[in-house]
């Protein structure tokens, strides 16, 4: 059993999300994280599911049941495929002691989070980055303060296989190792 | 164009689609529609109860192949729709039910007779919708007839505000869809899949067809039978799949499954090559799914992707519709005959053999009775006076599985069985359903008592539309079919399965309807009954009492593997392989 990563073009209908959520509840599953929006066609949206624990015999007819809907236009398994996978998080981090401010702006630095809003106890970082990026900066700012935070899910795109890359993004010679740099640093 | 109402377009709409009729029932919300339908040439059956409206559109539609529509009224007509929605997406029928709800402005705020019909019915339909914009109504009616009636056929609902029925607006009539991008259809095969799929045929040295409610719903009959008689290769079908072969054909066995017969069931387990055709391997067809066919490897057909690997991985998946995939298999094989044929045909010579000499070992089989009416040999007479060309359905229980062992059917769609959700009450209204359909036809309705309960404030539909339906409640005096259970896996330990208190007298109840009815006690009479039934041009009730203690065999035990079948009461397990 493990996370399933689904990647879904979907009709920006009403009822689309109620149908893609249907499948995976009506089969008990718990969603972990969920983010939909509008794509370039204002006519689809495009979604990512993070769900709990499908065992790997289930996600093949998972991805079959859901590309099954009739709004639904397309779902990929991300899961062991290669993909950038982002999330956005707003942290909150209160009752900061003077002595610590300069050291949390330091750790705010390293993990590229933007500091949003400053009050004398209070501090709003914003970052992006992998989940497990994101993970480790909350457990790093637990000594920092009270921490409140937002998440907002999983976002995931599928890397393009080489072959397929437009020249004009990146060289056609750049070997994956580069990319895979060039894209980690951009998080 | 002159402006209509929604009502209005609907109607027209629905007229456009071929809608032929409409069973229904009126309510609040969707009195604008009854209004037009006051003087329209549509055709309206009134029902006695929205379920039924449902089920009478499914014998519509399992009958003919056409769309079957129903409708009701917001809120509780929609909640009373659900059962025969669902059971409709469980058999892949083909059905539109059109629901009122309540005007835009109110909705969300707990209006009189409001539900959310769209969320409810998300699980129950094939797709639904929500008309809150006038212009959109004749477009989605449009599309709603093509999403039931393509790929793998199901229900669709359409619910529709009161302010849409009421407005005014242009009836533009649909011939073109806008685009469905998310509606994929794979009905051609990939000519690569046909390949493989000849190939992988000619390996088989017992190779079995398992065949269901896919070729009956590709009207794929005659291209099974043809794949049968160049392989010369026996076809077990399910439930779903009664009449896609006519039972005096040499290569037709049986019925498999939990109550399949023998054969059937041992030439499941002991063949090499499983061809399925529009079959979803399900749990009462294959039993303990680890044990079943071990020997065999798959060739899946199917027109639903999802349906391939869901159950039993195959070895070859071809996705696509029957129809069309067996036409192209059986030009290839044929094709490739004269390199293929003979490279197992002596194995499958001897399969075939081995295959009918189980048949001819355990056929179907009962203790015959002179003084009682044995279930089994009500279900021989009735066979005896449909003739292989009546249509009958049936609802749900022991006459159920009776009736598919022992009643043959030489063309589809005269057979109607409630299968995969298995709703009791269903037989009754499918076959005023098909009755409806099929004025030409001689329809019965076959229940227990039970289900004829649920289902009996329709014999009032029957009564003011004279539909000829002979109604045949086989009345074992319980539930029989938990009985049964009760009798093998509970220590006879009989709970709430009485059905004989309180049974209605049936001539009684049917004269109160204003219907004919009997009741037969004894073997001897029973001839002569069914025949004044079967020659009265009108409906008929007949109530037939039979051993009330008989179970259904063979039985495959829930959980157990198809070779564990139990052949009959004294006969214990049946060794398998
Ligand atoms: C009391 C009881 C006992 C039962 N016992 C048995 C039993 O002993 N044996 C038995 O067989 N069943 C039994 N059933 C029924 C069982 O539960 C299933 O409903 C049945 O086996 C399913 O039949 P099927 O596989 O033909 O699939 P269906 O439910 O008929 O599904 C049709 C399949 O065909 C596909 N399809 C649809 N259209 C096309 C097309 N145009 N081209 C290609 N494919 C298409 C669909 O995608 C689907 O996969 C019992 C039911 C009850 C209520
Ligand atoms: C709506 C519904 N409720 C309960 C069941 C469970 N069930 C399956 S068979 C059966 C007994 C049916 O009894 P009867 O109608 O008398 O038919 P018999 O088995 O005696 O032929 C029951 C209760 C069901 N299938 N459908």
Redesign the pocket.
């Known amino acids: 059993m493990k996370k399933q990563l689904i990647s879904l073009l979907v009709e920006n209908q009403p009822g689309a999300l109620m149908r893609v959520a249907g499948v995976l509840t009506s089969r008990g599953y718990n969603i972990e994280s969920l983010t939909v929006a509008k794509t370039l066609d204002p006519t689809l949206s495009s979604m990512t599911i993070v769900v709990d624990d499908v065992s790997d015999d289930n996600r093949e007819l998972l991805i079959k049941q859901i590309t099954r809907l009739v709004n639904v236009i397309k779902a990929v398994d991300l899961t062991d495929s290669k993909s950038v996978q982002r999330e956005l998080a707003l942290i909150k981090v209160s009752s900061v002691r003077p002595e610590l401010r300069s050291a949390l702006t330091k750790e705010a630095e390293i993990f590229r989070a933007r500091i949003v809003d400053v009050a004398p106890t209070h501090y709003t970082l914003e970052v992006t980055g992998s989940p497990d990026k994101i993970e480790a900066l909350i457990d790093l700012l637990h000594h920092y303060g009270d921490v409140e935070m937002i998440r907002s899910g999983s976002m995931a795109m599928a890397r393009m296989p080489k072959n397929q890359l437009p020249t004009p993004m990146f060289r056609m010679d750049a070997d994956e190792a580069s990319i895979e740099t060039a894209v980690d640093s951009q998080g | 164009m002159a402006l209509m109402t929604g009502a209005q377009i609907l109607i027209e709409a629905l007229a456009r689609e071929g809608a032929e009729v409409i069973f229904g029932y009126p309510g609040g919300v969707t009195l604008p529609i009854y209004d037009v339908l006051y003087d329209h040439p549509l055709r309206h059956i009134l029902v006695r109860h929205e379920e039924n409206a449902a089920f009478m559109a499914q014998g519509f539609a399992r009958t003919t192949g056409k769309v079957g529509v129903c409708m009701a009224t917001s809120g509780p007509g929609a909640t009373n729709l659900t059962t025969g929605l669902v059971d409709a997406l469980?058999?892949?029928i083909p059905i539109v039910a059109i629901t009122g709800q309540v005007p835009q402005a109110l909705i969300g705020r707990d209006a009189f007779q409001e539900a959310d019909t769209f969320g409810i019915t998300r699980a129950a339909t094939k797709h639904n919708y929500l008309v809150k914009d006038i212009d959109e109504l004749a477009q989605v009616i449009h599309e709603a007839f093509h999403i039931a009636i393509s790929?793998?056929?199901g229900p669709v609902l359409v619910d529709i505000t009161k302010d849409v029925l009421t407005g005014k607006g242009r009836f533009t009539p649909v011939s073109e869809l806008r685009p469905l991008r998310g509606y994929e259809l794979q009905l051609d095969p990939e000519a690569t899949a046909i390949e493989e799929a000849a190939a992988f045929v000619w390996e088989g040295e017992r190779p079995l067809i398992y065949?269901?409610?896919?070729?009956?719903?590709?009207d794929?009959s005659d291209e099974v039978v043809e794949l049968s008689e160049i392989l010369g290769c026996p076809l077990v079908?399910?439930?779903?799949?009664h009449g896609m072969m006519r039972p005096d054909h040499p290569n037709y066995v049986s019925?498999?499954?939990?109550?399949?017969g023998y054969a059937a069931n041992m030439a499941i387990t002991e063949c090499d090559t499983i061809i399925g055709?529009?079959?979803?391997?399900?749990?009462?067809?294959t039993g303990r799914l680890d044990r079943f066919a071990p020997h065999a490897r798959v060739l899946h057909?199917?027109?639903?992707p999802a349906?391939i690997n869901k159950n039993r991985r195959a070895d070859v998946g071809v996705v696509?519709?029957?129809?069309r995939?067996l036409k192209k298999l059986n030009a290839k094989l044929r094709e490739t005959a004269s390199e293929r044929a003979d490279e197992n045909a002596k194995a499958r010579t001897a399969w075939h053999k081995q295959v009918f000499g189980w048949k001819r070992e355990h056929p179907f089989d009962y203790e015959p009775s002179l003084d009682e009416i044995k279930p089994q040999y009500l279900m021989q007479r009735l066979d005896h006076f449909m003739g292989g060309e009546s249509i009958m359905a049936v609802d749900?229980?022991q006459h159920?599985?009776w009736a598919?062992q022992w009643v043959r059917f030489n063309k589809p769609r005269l057979w109607q069985?409630?299968?995969?959700l298995?709703s009791m009450g269903f037989g009754l209204p499918a076959a005023m359903g098909a009755a409806v359909a099929n004025p030409d036809k001689t329809v019965v309705a076959l229940c227990g008592d039970g289900g004829f309960m649920m289902a009996q404030p329709e014999l009032a539909t029957i009564a003011a539309n004279n539909l000829p339906v002979k109604v045949v409640i086989m009345n074992n005096g319980t539930l029989g079919?938990v009985r049964q259970w009760q009798e093998l896996f509970y220590k006879e330990r009989y709970s709430q399965v009485q059905m004989s208190d309180g049974f209605p007298d049936i001539p009684m109840l049917a004269a109160a309807f204003g219907l004919k009815g009997t009741t037969v006690r004894n073997p001897a009479d029973l001839d002569d009954k069914l025949r004044e039934a079967f020659e009265e041009p009108g409906p008929f009730v007949l109530n037939i009492h039979v051993t009330p203690k008989e179970c259904v065999y063979p039985m495959v035990p829930a959980g157990g593997a198809l070779s564990d079948m139990i052949l009959g009461p004294q006969k214990p397990v049946m060794a398998g392989d």
Not at chain 2, 211 to 218: C, D, S, T
Not at chain 2, 255 to 260: D, E, I, N, S, Y
Not at chain 2, 277 to 285: E, K
């Open positions: 469980m058999d892949s790929g793998r056929p065949a269901g409610g896919g070729v009956i719903a590709a794929a079908h399910t439930v779903m799949g019925m498999l499954g939990m109550h399949g055709v529009g079959v979803r391997f399900d749990d009462r067809v057909i199917d027109v639903d349906e696509g519709d029957a129809k995939v749900v229980g159920q599985m598919a069985s409630s299968s995969g298995g079919m």
